[in-house]
């Protein structure tokens, strides 16, 4: 497994952090699954449903509680309990067929209970009080 980090101004769009778009890039390039695209504007659940499966995906939701409250305001109800993190995590691991990058604050991706093996991680501090985002590569294991 390979691991970084690097330092990157923060950005609350993820994917317009150099170092982030670069691994983006390099790893699954640009046409992956996205549930949750900046600014939201569908319910992920059932955007995971609705999609067909693709080779590869990325995987950034809100990463607290207190975030998906404010992301989906006005876009209707949300549950804040960590089964609504597992279920969109098991959605999303039967629709990647080969990849996924996981964006948070923790290394949990959407890990080998579901099919996934760790194969790189980059982290990415933004200094003074800010939170590192962690970006977690992952592939899914042959059957």
């Given at each position: 497994m390979q691991c970084e980090r690097v330092w990157a101004?923060?950005?609350k769009r993820?994917?317009?952090i150099k170092p982030i778009a670069e691994l983006?890039?390099?790893e699954i390039g640009d046409d992956y699954i996205d549930p949750f695209p900046f600014n939201y504007s569908k319910d992920a659940t059932d955007y995971l449903k609705e999609c067909e499966p693709q080779r590869f995906g990325v995987f950034d939701p809100p990463y607290s509680p207190r975030q998906l409250k404010e992301c989906y305001k006005g876009l209707g109800?949300?549950?804040?309990k960590a089964s609504t993190w597992s279920k969109w995590k098991d959605l999303m691991a039967n629709k990647v067929t080969e990849k996924c990058i996981s964006f948070g604050w923790n290394t949990g991706g959407l890990g080998e209970s579901r099919g996934f093996k760790i194969t790189?991680?980059?982290l990415v501090a933004h200094g003074g009080m800010h939170?590192?985002?962690i970006c977690t590569v992952e592939t899914k294991?042959?059957?």
């Open positions: 101004m923060p950005n993820t994917f317009q983006i890039k390099k109800e949300y549950d804040t790189r991680i980059l939170n590192d985002t294991n042959a059957l």
